[in-house]
């Protein structure tokens, strides 16, 4: 049950170029959504989210755009840079239950970025 | 800046034996989760605590598992009768709302 998926599980890009990673998701009810870096051997690192109210979010280098018609959201990182190196994880997030509870994240199963020197 | 720690980094145990999962989430935190993953699949939700109490769990969480915030700083994520297909990184994760923060993780291997 792929309710988020991360169709591509690899990409290359070259340094200073743009990254584009992206996501699909088939739940309707996600009303929010968050991208993640993972190194290995490491916990995954929060790096932008946006509300299912926008259509975009940005911050410095990364900016993520919703697409809600197509139910697809994707990550733009750039310019790129060696050190973005790692696997991204697309997750999306439905409010609590009674208004307060959990925000359970449903993952995609990444994509993993290698941006070449 | 505050960040999630999980102990131990990795834990070897045999199948059967009941395993203790530590975690201190970020002090300020209102919601508190553990994840896993196992070896090249995707990361996967097992229970959310709010209010010191279970909020949401998924199918994963059967009895097997629990979960304790015993002293208001330790969260704890206990696994009775350990079985070969419980070997996985395991998460800690806290937040406010939607955002969550993560630990390195426990690699738990089940021989």
């Known amino acids: 049950d792929q309710q988020v998926k991360q169709n591509s599980p690899s990409l290359s890009v070259q340094e200073g170029r743009i990254s584009i990673l992206n996501c699909d998701y088939t739940n309707s009810m996600f009303d929010y959504f968050l991208w993640y870096k993972k190194y290995p051997a490491e916990g995954p690192t929060f790096l932008i989210s946006?509300?299912?109210?926008?259509d975009k979010n940005e911050d410095g280098r990364f900016t993520v755009f919703l697409n809600k018609s197509a139910k697809h959201l994707s990550l733009h990182i750039v310019p790129s840079q060696p050190g973005d190196s790692a696997v991204y994880f697309c997750a999306a997030s439905r409010g609590g239950k009674s208004g307060a509870g959990s925000y359970q994240l449903t993952f995609g199963k990444g994509t993993k970025l290698s941006v070449i020197p | 800046e505050p960040e999630v720690t999980q102990t131990p980094s990795h834990q070897v145990t045999q199948m059967g034996q009941e395993v203790i999962l530590h975690c201190v989430p970020i002090?300020?935190?209102?919601?508190f989760y553990w994840y896993r993953q196992i070896l090249g699949q995707k990361v996967e939700f097992l229970v959310s605590f709010y209010n010191n109490e279970i909020s949401e769990k998924s199918e994963i969480f059967d009895d097997q598992f629990s979960v304790e915030r015993p002293d208001g700083s330790n969260f704890t994520l206990k696994i009775r009768s350990t079985k070969l297909e419980d070997s996985a990184m395991y998460f800690c994760?806290?937040?406010?709302?939607?955002?969550?923060?993560f630990g390195p993780g426990t690699r738990l291997t089940v021989l």
């Open positions: 946006i509300s299912s109210i926008k």
């Open positions: 994760a806290s937040g406010w709302t939607h955002e969550q923060f």
């Open positions: 002090s300020n935190h209102l919601y």
